[in-house]
């Protein structure tokens, strides 16, 4: 083969098209919907995607013509659906600020209950030591 002949080199990287865009939509919503419900915390896929409907249902359907389902949350977590609305695109957003939020508060939480427990450890270990140091100068009287 000669140098500067090799077709598959040559060829121009194409633009997205709209489909490819409406995909990379899709895409998102899924991965927004797996991080504000993930499956571990709920314990199923199913439970996980009740969750959602019922998290983002008061969100989306005063913005939508039609019912908002639980059918419809699920094509979503699956990645299965063929489009996404710009109000599902901001309610999974929402939805991921909010599981944001209360993943601090719950590791706020449990920081200042393990400051509360290293505080009580601390003072007994404190206890502990100035009681052996009082021991040991009775012995050496």
Excluded: C, W
Excluded at 57 to 79: A, D, M, Q
Excluded at 93 to 116: I, N, P
Aim: overall charge positive; aromatic content about 6%; hydrophobic content about 40%.
């Amino acid at each position: 083969m000669h140098e500067g002949t090799d077709k598959v080199a040559s060829i121009e990287p194409k633009s997205l098209s709209e489909r490819d865009k409406a995909m990379s939509d899709i895409a998102f919503a899924q991965e927004l919907i797996n991080e504000a419900f993930p499956r571990q915390k709920y314990g199923k896929a199913s439970a996980a995607a009740y969750a959602a409907y019922r998290f983002l249902k008061p969100l989306v359907e005063p913005r939508i013509e039609r019912p908002f389902t639980e059918r419809r949350v699920r094509s979503l977590y699956e990645g299965a659906a063929r489009r996404v609305d710009g109000a599902e695109l901001e309610a999974l957003k929402a939805a991921k600020f909010q599981r944001m939020r209360d993943e601090q508060k719950e590791l706020r939480d449990r920081l200042s209950r393990l400051d509360v427990e290293l505080a009580e450890i601390s003072a007994e270990l404190a206890g502990r030591q100035s009681r052996a140091k009082g021991h040991a100068a009775r012995r050496a009287v």
